[in-house]
């Protein structure tokens, strides 16, 4: 069965520090990845997607990057955080076939201070 | 306009009820919807795909409304530990990437 990691699961940072997080899936090949933010009381927003190695799409500009450099590895990174970039990220991992179900990885809780 | 719109609620209902959420979407061109459960901090989980035809899943039954845009959830004798936020989820129809989540409909079930 098919697993998904996220690590650090809380991170409390100063503002202007950068930013590394971490995402792997277990047990599927291929997967499309994307990582999502979400605000308190908010909705999830989609910020990056990836259907492969190297492959990044941006869905909203901002001081945040994303790197896929191995099949089952998504990671999401800031030089310089903001206060605004406080939030609930989590990474989910969907199928190339079938259906289009996503599936969230535990989350990674980051307070900017 | 939201892509996705759902009342947040909360709805506040006793065990052994029946309880109905609407979620409306604007695209039209939309193929893949679905209904997802999070608790208090923690990640979103897969509840049901939902399918033109409607589906069941023992107590939930997700039904889509093409016409009028919009899908529904109905949970059956409710429990407590069905107390959540629900997401409607849709994708946009011209990228199969793109997913749009509604921002929750919280469900408090009372004994």
């Known amino acids: 069965s098919q697993t998904i990691h996220q690590w650090p699961a809380t991170l409390v940072q100063p503002v202007g520090s950068p930013l590394s997080l971490e995402c792997t899936v277990e047990?599927?090949?291929?997967?499309?990845l994307y990582w999502y933010r979400q605000a308190a009381g908010r909705g999830l927003q989609l910020l990056f997607y990836?259907?492969?190695?190297?492959?990044i799409s941006s869905e909203v500009p901002q001081n945040l990057s994303a790197s896929r450099p191995q099949d089952r590895q998504f990671i999401l990174s800031s030089k310089k955080l903001l206060l605004s970039d406080s939030g609930f990220y989590l990474c989910?991992?969907?199928?190339?076939?079938?259906?289009?179900?996503?599936?969230f990885g535990p989350g990674t809780r980051l307070t900017v201070t | 306009r939201k892509e996705v719109e759902q009342d947040p609620g909360p709805f506040n209902v006793p065990e052994g009820a029946t309880v109905a959420f609407n979620c409306t979407y604007s695209n039209s061109a939309s193929q893949s919807f679905f209904w997802y459960r999070q608790d208090c901090r923690k990640e979103p989980k897969l509840l049901m795909s939902?399918?033109?035809s409607g589906n069941e899943d023992g107590r939930f039954t997700a039904q889509l409304n093409r016409a009028s845009q919009y899908i529904s959830l109905l949970i059956r004798d409710s429990k407590l530990s069905d107390s959540a936020t629900y997401l409607c989820v849709v994708n946009s129809g011209y990228n199969f990437n793109k997913f749009y989540f509604g921002s929750g409909t919280k469900l408090n079930v009372k004994p």
């Open positions: 047990g599927t090949s291929n997967p499309n």
């Open positions: 990836s259907v492969g190695i190297g492959q």
């Open positions: 939902v399918y033109s």
């Open positions: 989910a991992w969907k199928g190339v076939q079938g259906n289009y179900e996503q599936y």
